[in-house]
């Protein structure tokens, strides 16, 4: 199923995207729901971000590639950090440029979306706990990140978080092609076997951290290719089975 989000007669809603309309749902994904008749055309509405997180645990360097590319060693453990979800952006939203920025970069990442609460979760277990997988963009002041010591600032800006366009359980998260294009122009171009953290170990090694909470964001990571945006330019983040991610930079 492809769950998605929007404002449907001035009220927040869940739907089940099949093709070009929406069978809309009572209740949510994250809980008990039901399908009912009622369906709205795809082009009527405008989707929101598909999962209202309240945090979003973000990977570092989870890519052989990525890290080879700032020159750092690969990692023994995950590199984390957090994003608040005032970065949340929905598809289409628009990426604001901050004025202390003065370099802006896109990061195209596999989002895990994590169904029910998740505590001391087993590996072999891990997949039971998640709702399914969406588009993220890490969008990152670059010029930020190396002068705080810590990711925070660089990545923690209100729309830094662009997530859809919709929620997928119908695809396997483990060999997923990745791309992102700026302008039209493919800057990244991966898969997520090649991960170096798979995505049952973070949930796994997550949980035993923090609790992760229905609607919850795992942003595995980005691959190499990494380069800056200017105002005006078109990003777009695509993974197989999951859609295109589509956002301007303002």
């Given at each position: 199923?492809?769950?998605?989000?929007?404002?449907?007669?001035?009220?927040e809603?869940?739907?089940?995207?099949e093709n070009?309309s929406i069978?809309l749902i009572d209740?949510?994904?994250?809980?008990?729901?039901?399908?009912?008749?009622?369906?709205?055309d795809?082009?009527?509405i405008e989707l929101?971000?598909?999962?209202?997180?309240?945090k979003?645990?973000?990977i570092?360097?989870?890519?052989?590639?990525?890290?080879?590319?700032f020159?750092?060693?690969?990692?023994e453990?995950?590199?984390?950090f957090?994003?608040?979800?005032?970065?949340a952006?929905?598809?289409?939203?628009?990426?604001?440029?901050?004025e202390?920025?003065h370099r802006l970069?896109?990061?195209a990442e596999l989002a895990?979306v994590?169904?029910?609460t998740?505590?001391?979760?087993r590996?072999?277990?891990?997949?039971d706990f998640i709702l399914?997988?969406?588009i993220?963009?890490?969008v990152?002041?670059?010029?930020?990140?190396?002068k705080n010591?810590?990711?925070t600032?660089?990545?923690g800006?209100?729309t830094f978080m662009?997530?859809?366009?919709?929620?997928?359980d119908e695809?396997?998260?483990?060999g997923?092609?990745?791309?992102s294009r700026?302008?039209?122009?493919t800057k990244?171009?991966?898969?997520?076997?090649?991960?170096i953290?798979?995505v049952p170990?973070?949930v796994?090694?997550?949980?035993?951290?923090m609790?992760?909470l229905?609607?919850d964001?795992i942003?595995?990571?980005?691959?190499g290719?990494i380069?800056?945006m200017q105002?005006?330019?078109?990003?777009?983040?695509?993974?197989e089975g999951?859609?295109i991610?589509?956002?301007?930079?303002g």
């Open positions: 199923m492809k769950f998605v989000r929007f404002i449907y007669e001035e009220n809603r869940y739907g089940l995207l070009s069978a209740g949510t994904p994250f809980g008990e729901y039901r399908i009912t008749d009622e369906t709205v795809r082009e009527d929101l971000y598909p999962a209202p997180f309240s979003a645990v973000c570092g360097l989870n890519y052989r590639d990525h890290a080879e590319e020159g750092l060693p690969i990692p453990t995950p590199v984390v957090l994003k608040p979800s005032t970065s952006l929905s598809p289409e939203g628009v990426i604001e440029y901050p202390m920025c970069d896109y990061e895990v994590i169904g029910k998740a505590k001391n979760v590996e072999e277990e891990a997949m399914g997988y969406t993220a963009n890490d990152t002041a670059r010029d930020l990140q190396p010591g810590q990711w600032i660089a990545k800006f209100d662009p997530l859809g366009p919709y929620i997928s695809v396997d998260g483990s997923l092609m990745i791309t700026v302008n039209g122009e990244q171009k991966s898969n997520t076997s090649n991960l953290f798979p170990y973070l796994s090694y997550l949980s035993h951290v609790t992760l229905p609607g964001i942003s595995t990571g980005t691959p290719g380069s800056g105002k005006g330019d078109k990003v777009e983040i695509e993974i999951l859609g991610l589509r956002n301007t930079i």
